[in-house]
């Protein structure tokens, strides 16, 4: 029974981790209904930019905002300097349809490359920001630390906060409207452009988090986070793409099933079985677990 809890503690404390980042492809989803595969990239430059903060500071707690705020930046950069240009050019054929989820792959490699050139291969780590011992009770001592801990209360924060956003401001309704029916968004007055950046800002910081959360615990590279995107994106559409609860819902989902794999099975298979939790979830409802049945047009 203390195996069984522990496995469970252990997913939900990774299953965090990647409901931050399918959070950060849901937001880019339903603000401009592009799956954003850089989104790794953008994470592992931001988490290079709270790196070098911590190396000249020792202070993960200044490094963590500074972090964020880098993220939330690139997000609006790429969106303004790549995506705007070929959403805008969308509907001039399929090829044109899919360019900016094409982009997004080959931005990935170019920051990836950039970030290499810039900070090298080696692989690098920051201190813990608490203690990765797990806590004690009585002579047991359980695989569930502070950093753990951490980790869900920060994710719960940021996806509460998220949730708010889009469901009780004029922003979030704004961000709705630019995604589905930008034509009809325009005419109520929305500027649709600055709203879809303002989405792509919010996704970057988001996973921006997601990496200056996740590398204290591992290892910093070039490609560190692109499991990390990889397992996003599968916990993105177990939740159906479309609700931020659904990718806080996925990556759990995701994030416990591997610790079991990991624990009663293999290590060998934790990343095909994401695959085979994904394949699973869609045979039973195609749309995700918390999809809409409906389509919408973008």
């Given at each position: 029974?203390?195996?069984?809890i522990?496995?469970?503690?252990?997913?939900?404390?990774?299953?965090?981790?990647?409901?931050?980042?399918?959070?950060?492809?849901?937001?880019?989803?339903?603000?401009?209904?592009?799956?954003?595969?850089?989104?790794?990239g953008?994470?592992?430059?931001?988490?290079?930019?709270?790196?070098?903060?911590?190396?000249?500071?020792?202070?993960?707690?200044?490094?963590?905002?500074?972090?964020v705020?880098?993220?939330?930046?690139?997000?609006?950069?790429?969106?303004?300097?790549?995506?705007?240009?070929?959403?805008?050019?969308?509907?001039?054929?399929?090829?044109?349809?899919?360019?900016?989820?094409?982009?997004?792959?080959?931005?990935?490699?170019?920051?990836?490359?950039?970030?290499?050139?810039?900070?090298?291969?080696?692989?690098?780590?920051?201190?813990?920001?608490?203690?990765?011992h797990?806590?004690?009770?009585?002579?047991?001592?359980i695989?569930?630390?502070?950093?753990?801990?951490?980790?869900?209360?920060?994710?719960?924060?940021?996806?509460?906060?998220?949730?708010?956003?889009?469901?009780?401001?004029?922003?979030?309704?704004?961000?709705?409207?630019?995604?589905?029916?930008?034509?009809?968004?325009?005419?109520?007055?929305?500027?649709?452009d600055?709203?879809?950046?303002?989405?792509?800002?919010?996704?970057?910081s988001?996973?921006?988090?997601?990496?200056?959360l996740?590398?204290?615990?591992?290892?910093?590279?070039?490609?560190?986070?692109?499991?990390?995107l990889?397992?996003?994106?599968?916990?993105?559409?177990?939740?159906?793409?479309?609700?931020?609860?659904g990718?806080?819902?996925?990556?759990?989902?995701?994030?416990?099933?591997?610790?079991?794999?990991?624990?009663?099975?293999?290590?060998?298979?934790?990343?095909?079985?994401?695959?085979?939790?994904?394949?699973?979830?869609?045979?039973?409802?195609?749309?995700?677990?918390?999809?809409s049945?409906?389509?919408?047009?973008?």
């Amino acid at each position: 029974m203390e195996r069984f809890i522990n496995t469970i503690l252990i997913g939900i404390s990774g299953g965090s981790i990647y409901g931050l980042m399918a959070l950060a492809l849901v937001l880019v989803w339903r603000s401009t209904r592009v799956v954003n595969f850089a989104q790794a990239g953008q994470a592992i430059l931001s988490t290079y930019i709270g790196y070098v903060v911590i190396s000249h500071t020792n202070n993960y707690w200044l490094a963590f905002p500074v972090a964020v705020i880098s993220g939330a930046l690139i997000g609006a950069l790429v969106d303004i300097l790549l995506i705007r240009i070929m959403v805008k050019r969308a509907h001039q054929g399929p090829v044109a349809a899919i360019a900016p989820v094409i982009a997004t792959l080959g931005l990935l490699g170019l920051i990836r490359a950039v970030v290499g050139l810039i900070w090298g291969g080696d692989l690098r780590q920051f201190k813990l920001p608490v203690t990765n011992h797990g806590f004690t009770f009585g002579h047991t001592t359980i695989p569930f630390a502070p950093i753990n801990l951490l980790i869900v209360v920060i994710t719960f924060l940021v996806m509460l906060i998220f949730a708010l956003i889009f469901q009780r401001t004029n922003l979030g309704l704004a961000l709705r409207a630019s995604a589905y029916q930008p034509e009809i968004a325009r005419l109520s007055g929305i500027r649709v452009d600055l709203t879809r950046t303002i989405g792509w800002a919010f996704a970057g910081s988001a996973g921006a988090i997601a990496g200056i959360l996740v590398t204290p615990t591992n290892y910093l590279a070039p490609n560190s986070l692109d499991l990390l995107l990889v397992s996003g994106f599968v916990a993105a559409v177990i939740g159906g793409l479309e609700s931020l609860v659904g990718a806080a819902v996925g990556g759990l989902i995701l994030g416990i099933g591997l610790a079991f794999v990991l624990e009663y099975v293999s290590s060998s298979l934790a990343f095909p079985a994401a695959f085979m939790v994904l394949i699973a979830v869609l045979l039973v409802k195609p749309a995700g677990l918390i999809g809409s049945k409906r389509s919408r047009n973008a």
